[in-house]
């Protein structure tokens, strides 16, 4: 039988689950609608692909579009595309094919305003090495998926061989201490991390 406490448990963790729900459906609700383009984009990638859900979607795409509309950057990098839904809500983006890790090495004289890190999470680290250097002071950086399903958090237990778990963990370390950004960490959606470009 259930004592007050688990009740109160209980109340409270539907509680969250259901306010989590509702307070996004809030925010969808009073934010810029869904372009057509892009919620066009957004059902081809759930009919046709594999994984949709690595796609960016309609609030975080907004939020994208907003750091773009603020920045006004020139240069746009964003390294792992997939359908492309995240390249259309920062714009100005030049699209290179190839693995990033090749790609990069081909971009060494280029001067970026915002770059957007949505590639393989094991490779976070190496991108922003690669990159940190050429993104303009006051530039920022947007790395998605710091949180990584909530296995980012130290209490989580690890398993010995989940190998991007530790990446995440080891780049969201790495760049907290970094004197050449400063970093804050969006808990929306699976975690952005901002990094403004001192
Ligand atoms: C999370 S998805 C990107 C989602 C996209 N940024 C968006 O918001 O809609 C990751 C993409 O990175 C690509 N990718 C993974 N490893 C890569 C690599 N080494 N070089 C280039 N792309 C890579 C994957 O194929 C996939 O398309």
């Given amino acids: 039988m259930l004592n007050q406490r688990s009740m109160t448990f209980l109340f409270l963790a539907a509680y969250k689950t259901m306010t989590d729900d509702a307070i996004q459906a809030y925010a969808d609700a009073h934010s810029e609608p869904e372009p057509p383009l892009l919620h066009a984009l957004w059902r081809e990638t ?6 949709p859900r690595m796609a960016t979607g309609h609030w975080q795409g907004r939020l994208l579009s907003m750091f773009s509309h603020l920045l006004k950057p020139i240069r746009v990098l964003e390294i ?42 094991i490779n976070n680290g190496r991108y922003f090495e690669l990159v940190v250097r050429q993104v303009r002071p006051g530039g920022l950086l947007i790395v998605d998926n710091v949180l990584w399903g909530g296995k980012a ?46």
């Avoid at 259309?88 to 890790?101: I, M, N, P, Q």
């Avoid at 995440?168 to 929306?188: K, M, Y």
Wanted: one cysteine or more; a negative charge.
């Fill in 153 to 198: 958090l130290l209490d989580y237990p690890l398993k010995a061989n989940d190998h991007d778990t530790k990446a995440v963990r080891a780049f969201n370390e790495q760049v907290r201490t970094d004197s050449r950004v400063v970093p804050l960490l969006l808990p929306v959606r699976d975690g952005l991390l901002l990094l403004r470009r001192v």
């Fill in 80 to 121: 792992g595309t997939f359908t492309g839904y995240a390249t259309l809500c920062l714009e100005r983006v030049s699209l290179h094919v190839g693995d990033a890790r090749d790609v990069l090495l081909t971009l060494v004289g280029e001067v970026w305003d915002l770059v957007f890190i949505d590639a393989d999470k």
């Fill in 46 to 51: 759930h009919l046709q692909l594999l994984m």
